[in-house]
């Protein structure tokens, strides 16, 4: 394993070492350079922060997701000089059966031509018709400019797909009047109209917006950009891997790319400012725009993928399981010191199969069926009461490495406390009512990585509400507790679960690895990602438990929870289903 690493975000010159923004490029001395590099890795047995059952290269960054021949694929972003900012940015390259367990592959792309010479940054895979894949790619050239490449396997016949070449005709596409060579990136997988012609969007910003810059192709090589840009929003900033793509209006399996009639609505995601945003709406193809049911407005209202720490997530349609699925990085909350120390930095998030609701207002997602494998030493628990103030410890399982679905019965909601919530941001309510601040419905849900005196603890909670002719259900993620350690992120996040707690039961599914808490309330209408780093509930010495700190009694109608065995990852080889890891 790589002893240190750095994620590049565009091409804007400053350094970041392991997702966190240390100072600009135009400042970095020598003195600087040694200064992280000096930094010793921590050793295999000291790492109680590197997950289990979560794909964690030692250098990652999300670009193109794939299922080809029978095999899943996952490119990622990487350095391999170092733990510095540097150029030259590659294209890794790992490979599955199932979702789950991972073996690496030669890197697919790396910097050796003028149009990708300072690095290969993001992109997206097409499978074009007769089973072609091709990547399209963002290459920083010899200027610094984004331009976008195209490259095919060398042999479509290998299906792990171990080597790539570059089109000779690259760059395809250079940045238009009007934007400037560092604000051009990311180009989505592409879609097919009724007529033939490719399209695929860019990620841009011009005139004080984030905007999406359609481009079209009858043959995937001369490519033409569309006047008017496919989709703009002011307030907000670069907008880097933006995703299109259809969802199914009475279905929660995927469809392909190319989908657009009747039976979809269309997806537009977009990041930045660390997080992923997304608008469900109505592709017009006649006029190539997309038009969102509620326009993007910069405030807590606009829809997240996930309300915690997700970025730059990426949807392919998998056709051997009829699905969508999105996958995203999830950087760390330490120290750019503590990351270099320990020697890695970022992961993905578990793959989820994502559709939408059946309301047609949002997207759900759920982690891929694949994870249950993992399951192992299952406990339960059924119609357990949780009374004011009461904690009820989840024995028998590894806290520390463990999946819980649980479900809550409140049998009492008329007696709920109002609040008119289109005055409040939900985040800032979970920040300021906190899990030891008692409600009447609530805080009641999880203490994850904790101690079992309670000294560190992650606490996931509802609280309920009545609104005007309405429930409302909140979830939290706290951190305040999390670590006894200094100079981490504990941000609290918080959201709205859309259901009717008169109509279901409050539902949660937590995935706890180590340092990584992914969270789905409401069966996956609200998710929220968090990382942290206990001091103490590390390993065997972590605890779990069920809590209500409410002054209304609450029922956990049913709880299952199990030990997550460890899965293949980092292995090298795979051709002949024998890894070594």
């Known amino acids: 394993m790589d002893k240190s690493l750095v994620l590049f975000v565009g091409i804007s010159c400053f350094l970041l070492i392991n997702g966190v923004k240390v100072e600009d490029c135009d400042y970095m001395t020598e003195t600087d350079y040694t200064r992280f590099q000096s930094f010793q890795a921590l050793e295999p047995e000291e790492q109680p922060y590197r997950t289990a059952y979560h794909f964690q290269p030692p250098k990652n960054w999300l670009n193109g997701p794939m299922y080809y021949m029978g095999v899943y694929h996952l490119f990622y972003q990487h350095n391999p000089y170092g733990a510095l900012f540097g150029d030259r940015m590659v294209w890794a390259h790992s490979a599955s059966h199932d979702l789950v367990n991972w073996f690496s592959l030669d890197h697919a792309l790396v910097p050796s031509e003028p149009f990708d010479a300072m690095g ?38 290998d299906p792990f797909l171990i080597e790539w070449v570059k089109y000779s005709g690259n760059p395809l596409i250079t940045p238009p009047n009007g934007v400037d060579g560092d604000n051009f990136r990311d180009p989505t997988t592409a879609w097919q109209g009724p007529n033939g012609t490719w399209k695929i969007v860019i990620g841009s910003y011009s005139n004080n917006q984030g905007m999406a810059i359609l481009y079209q192709s009858e043959d995937f090589v ?25 969802v199914s209006i009475n279905s929660t399996n995927g469809v392909d790319t190319s989908v657009a009639n009747l039976s979809v609505r269309h997806v537009m995601k977009l990041s930045f400012n660390s997080r992923d945003y997304y608008i469900v709406g109505t592709y017009d193809s006649e006029q190539e725009k997309f038009l969102p049911d509620v326009e993007f407005t910069g405030t807590s209202s606009d829809l997240r993928i996930d309300y915690g720490k997700f970025y730059a997530s990426k949807t392919f349609f998998d056709s051997k399981m009829n699905r969508r699925i999105i996958w995203a990085w999830v950087n760390e909350s330490d120290s750019s010191e503590d990351d270099i120390q320990k020697g890695w930095s970022g992961l993905q998030a578990i793959p989820r199969q994502i559709w939408l609701d059946r309301a047609g207002k ?45 479900m809550f019965e409140l ?17 800032l309510i979970c920040d ?39 429930y409302v259900v909140l979830m939290c993620s706290e951190q305040k507790r999390s670590s006894l350690r200094d100079n981490l992120d504990k941000t609290t996040y918080g959201a709205f679960v859309d259901i009717d707690p008169r109509q279901e039961m409050v539902s949660l599914r937590t995935l706890i690895d180590h ?8 069966k996956g209408r609200t ?47 795979g051709l002949d289903n024998t890894e070594s890891c």
């Open 411 to 427: 049998p009492e909601l008329e007696e709920a406390e109002f609040m008119d919530t289109s005055l409040v941001d939900p985040q």
């Open 527 to 573: 998710c929220i990602t968090a990382r942290v780093y206990p001091k103490l509930a590390i390993n065997n010495k972590a605890h779990l438990f069920a809590f209500n700190n409410g002054t209304l009694s609450v029922t956990i109608s049913s709880l299952h929870a199990w030990s997550m065995n460890k899965a293949r990852v980092n292995c090298r080889g």
């Open 432 to 470: 300021r009512q906190d899990s030891s601040v008692a409600g009447k419905y609530g805080p009641f849900g999880l203490l994850a990585l904790a101690t079992k005196d309670l000294t560190e603890q992650t606490a996931v909670f509802f609280r309920i509400f009545r609104g005007d002719n309405r």
């Open 120 to 157: 290969c940054i993001s992109g997206s895979v097409t499978i074009l018709p007769g089973n072609k894949p091709v990547i399209l790619y963002t290459g920083i050239d010899a200027n610094y400019n984004q331009v976008q490449n195209l490259a095919t396997p060398k042999n479509r016949a």
């Open 515 to 522: 340092s990584i808490i992914e969270s789905f309330g409401g």
């Open 222 to 246: 001369n490519w033409t950009m569309h006047p008017d840009p496919f989709y703009s929003a002011s307030k907000t900033e670069m907008w880097e891997c933006v995703d299109f793509f259809p």
């Open 362 to 406: 949002q997207l759900v997602q759920w982690p891929v069926e694949e994870l249950n494998n993992l399951r192992d030493n299952q406990v339960y628990v059924y119609g357990k009461q949780l009374e004011s103030e009461s904690v009820f410890e989840v024995s028998g399982i590894t806290a520390s490495q463990a999946d819980i679905e649980i």
